[in-house]
């Protein structure tokens, strides 16, 4: 009897064809999370293998990373349309309206084209030298913003593969103790942990 209604609930579904709805939603849902949640464990159980010196890659990574975003929000920030910018200050400048220009530089305070502008506008009745000096100390100032944290970029570049280097030479290192202990007869779950992390720290270090 429950083999005829089996059979039966089997014909049904086959004749109305895949389920779908909310229901069969949900489960692909669930069948996807589950799926992420163990290719994440693997990755996480992979890293572990690899010993702290890989976190402490991830970690200079992600300092790397957070300094190169920052760059790249300021830099975005300090782009204006030069030539509307420049055509705006010098009608103003032409009228003699330099208040008015120096206001439009003051609303770009995230534009070195903008604080330099300024710079030679507020100094324009004084001589060209005077000028010049002027626009050199806000140039100078420009610059500093502009190369400010690139240090920590190109820190982060030099040292991830240094350390990985390092996480290599140490797996090897853990490695040959193990032959040295066993006495020169061991085998590949001996040697296993050492060249784990001699391998996973090499491409941690190369992918930073």
């Known amino acids: ?36 949640n163990y290719q994440w464990g693997r990755m996480f159980t992979v890293l572990q293998l ?16 957070l300094a190169f975003v920052e760059r790249w929000y300021y830099y975005h920030r300090a782009q204006i349309k ?20 120096i206001t439009i530089c003051e609303q770009e305070v995230h534009s070195p084209v903008a604080q330099v502008a300024r710079a030679s506008i507020i100094n324009h009745d004084r001589n060209r030298d005077e000028i010049r000096e002027a626009i050199d100390v806000v140039v100078i100032q420009e610059m ?31 490695a040959f103790l ?13 040697l296993a942990s050492g060249v784990w992390q001699a391998l996973i720290c090499t491409a941690a270090g190369l992918a930073a």
């Open 1 to 36: 009897m429950a083999e005829n209604r089996c059979r039966t609930s089997m014909c049904i579904c086959s004749e109305e064809g895949p389920s779908t709805g909310p229901r069969a939603e949900f489960a692909e849902f669930l069948a996807i999370h589950g799926v992420l």
């Open 50 to 65: 690899g010993g702290p010196l890989v976190w402490l890659i991830i970690l200079v990574a992600f300092v790397g990373i």
């Open 82 to 101: 030069i030539h509307d910018f420049l055509l705006g200050i010098s009608k103003r400048v032409r009228a003699n309206a330099y208040a008015e220009a």
């Open 144 to 174: 500093r913003r502009l190369n400010r944290k690139l240090f920590v970029i190109a820190s982060c570049a030099q040292i991830a593969p240094l350390l990985g280097l390092l996480g290599t030479v140490m797996g090897m290192i853990a």
């Open 178 to 190: 193990a032959i040295s202990q066993e006495g020169g007869l061991v085998n590949a779950t001996t």
